[in-house]
């Protein structure tokens, strides 16, 4: 792709006009001097639903996007429309990059690279003996491929609502091995008692979700914490986390390196992670 063909790309789903996914990948493309237009695309605000998607879809190829990224409600919604899936999305279940060319449209999960690729970067030599997520919504079925391809042996997922839970157990088994994903039968204290490390995947710690999504007193130093809220940064449960020594990871790596690993797919360029993790950390200092 030359540096002079500008591209042109959006972010579709309900309520996407606050995002800070269109300022990061504008300011990294004009950073590597690429024309880069990235747009919200706000069903809410342009009272249309997810069952619009198809011709949301159409106009935006029509109109020459290069490409599209979807959020909530549209991740699965995607899936029929496309023309062929990355086998990493199709796994997951799940797409959020849509790229458009000549042979059609491609779906892809950057979640789930994203935010094993901020495991590495961030907490790469921690034990993944076994590993207690807890929630098995969206966000839920992205981090849990990621925790069993970057070597979880054992995996156990926690939900309020034990048919989700069970759901996301089978779907990971089914690809993974039933031995080594499991739906949470133990209360949490004996989980966080034997495990190596906790993810943290619910609303809950978000400022219209306050509190944590257990008793923090269950924290031990051993124990890793990762905490998929980037809404503040801390939550409370990273703070208790980190006063006692654990090792964390926060959800600014997965809000990053979704970003970076979508701005390969759309621009054809590599982002610079550490810069983007900057720009990132100075938007929501700034809100």
């Known amino acids: 792709m030359h540096h002079d063909s500008p591209i042109l790309a959006g972010l579709i789903g309900s309520g996407t006009a606050p995002s800070l996914t269109p300022a990061l990948h504008m300011e990294e493309g004009r950073r590597q001097g690429l024309t880069y237009v ?21 106009w935006a190829e029509r109109l020459g996007f290069t490409a599209v990224n979807v959020t909530h409600p549209c991740k699965q919604a995607v899936i029929p429309l496309l023309d062929r899936i990355d086998p990493v999305a199709a796994r997951v279940g799940a797409v ?26 961030a907490i790469p030599t ?28 054992r995996l156990t997922i926690v ?3 034990s048919s989700r839970a069970a759901e996301l157990t089978d779907a990971l088994a089914g690809r993974h091995g039933a031995d080594v994903v499991a739906a949470g039968v133990d209360a949490l204290p004996e989980l966080l008692a034997a495990c190596d490390g906790v993810v943290q995947c619910t609303p809950i710690g978000m400022a219209h979700h306050p509190g944590a999504p257990f008793d923090l007193g ?33 959800g600014s790596g997965m809000a990053v390196f979704q970003a970076v ?21 100075s938007l929501i200092a700034a809100e």
Do not use: K
Request: charged fraction near 20%; proline fraction near 5%; include cysteine.
């Open 38 to 58: 990235y747009r919200p695309i706000d069903l809410t605000a342009l009272h249309l639903n997810a069952d619009d998607l198809p011709s949301v879809l159409q």
């Open 96 to 121: 959020n990059t849509v790229r458009f060319g000549p042979d059609g449209r491609t779906g892809f999960n950057t979640d789930t690279t994203g935010y094993e690729c901020a495991f590495r970067a």
């Open 218 to 250: 269950l924290l031990r130093p051993e124990l890793w914490v990762s905490d998929v809220i980037y809404r503040p940064i801390e939550t409370p449960l990273l703070r208790r986390a980190r006063q006692i020594g654990c090792a964390t990871l926060d």
């Open 159 to 161: 939900d309020v609502d």
């Open 261 to 281: 690993d979508a701005f390969r797919i759309i621009t054809g360029h590599a982002a610079d992670a550490g810069r983007m993790t900057r720009h990132f950390q």
């Open 126 to 153: 921690v034990r993944l003996g076994h590993v207690t997520q807890i929630g098995a919504g969206g966000a839920g079925a992205a981090v849990g491929d990621a925790l069993l391809r970057l070597g979880a042996q």
